[in-house]
């Protein structure tokens, strides 16, 4: 690859010989000696990847469906036993935005892997 | 890359320009083949990352240099004797091709040839690198950069001090051969 030198004033004739036997070294490719059977040895030599298994499993539906049943309860506990109107409105607000959250999500979700 | 056939066929591919690069960026022969095989295991492990936002080749380079990096630094550690380019049978240069020179002329050539591969071990990692991608490897200064993760402005500084530096070392080395050979004769 030819060298552009940068911003330099022109070199004398020595100088410009030397570079220019400089270039030819740099661009001379050394020979190697590569054992046949270097790919395959490599290709051998390489971990087997992971099997992935394509069997369907439901654990994040199921923890989706136990969230809303647990959420539901935790809502109906509220009612029952809050007096406080304030931290009731706060909690059941929190839960009811969790519960249909959780319904909504759950629902599109299956319709989607139909 | 998704059977051992198709990564077979990358090694085979792509093996003459990990060993050559290798080979420059080590000065050595020593080791060559467990470093190339270093390469390509290390290829293999990133391949899943690898989202084809450069070439293969550009990707390889990057391990190749990193491989041939953390070679040095064993070798710093180790404290090893310098080994040359040239302590197989017979070095490389004997085998480059000079067509139609006479044999003082080779002779010259392949000492010359041995000055700069002496010299370029001793660049810092960074220069050796750029210059060999650059000539040896045909390499641009935008693939270069990208190879080794550096602005393009820092790769031509770099090439153009590392060529520097080369220079500068090969006058001093004829001067100091002429002067030797001057004192022989006298």
């Known amino acids: ?114 | 890359m998704q059977t051992d056939l198709t990564f077979e066929q990358v090694v085979s591919d792509h093996q003459a320009m990990v060993f050559r690069t290798l080979l420059r960026l080590t000065g050595s022969r020593e080791h060559l083949d467990d470093l190339a095989q270093e390469v390509f295991l290390r290829l293999y492990r990133a391949l899943p990352s690898f989202r084809g936002e450069s070439l293969l080749t550009t990707y390889l380079y990057r391990i190749t240099v990193n491989v041939a990096q953390d070679e040095w630094k064993r070798r710093r550690r180790d404290d090893r004797t310098h080994i040359s380019i040239s302590d197989d049978t017979s070095g490389w240069e004997d085998r480059l091709q000079h067509p139609s020179r006479n044999a003082e002329q080779q002779i010259e050539e392949r000492e010359f040839q041995q000055a700069v591969e002496e010299h370029l071990q001793r660049l810092s990692q960074i220069e050796r690198a750029i210059l060999v991608l650059y000539h040896q490897e045909e390499r641009s200064y935008e693939q270069i950069a990208h190879a080794l993760n550096l602005p393009i402005g820092t790769v031509r500084t770099h090439l153009h001090r590392g060529r520097k530096k080369l220079r500068e070392a090969l006058q001093t080395h004829q001067t100091e051969e002429r002067r030797v050979a001057w004192t022989t004769n006298r």
Not at chain 1, 1 to 11: A, F, L, V
Not at chain 1, 39 to 63: E, I
């Open chain 1, 1 to 114: 690859m030819d060298y552009q030198p940068m911003n330099q004033p022109p070199s004398p004739p020595a100088a410009l010989e030397l570079d220019q036997r400089l270039t030819r070294a740099l661009e001379a490719v050394p020979e190697v000696r590569i054992p046949a059977d270097f790919a395959v040895r490599v290709a051998s030599q390489v971990p087997a990847r992971p099997v992935v298994s394509l069997t369907q499993t439901h654990y994040g539906d199921y923890a989706m469906f136990l969230g809303i049943v647990v959420t539901l309860a935790a809502l109906f506990i509220f009612g029952l036993h809050t007096s406080d109107r304030r931290t009731f409105n706060l909690a059941e607000t929190f839960l009811l935005t969790d519960f249909i959250g959780l319904t909504v999500w759950l629902s599109v979700r299956r319709h989607s892997l139909r």
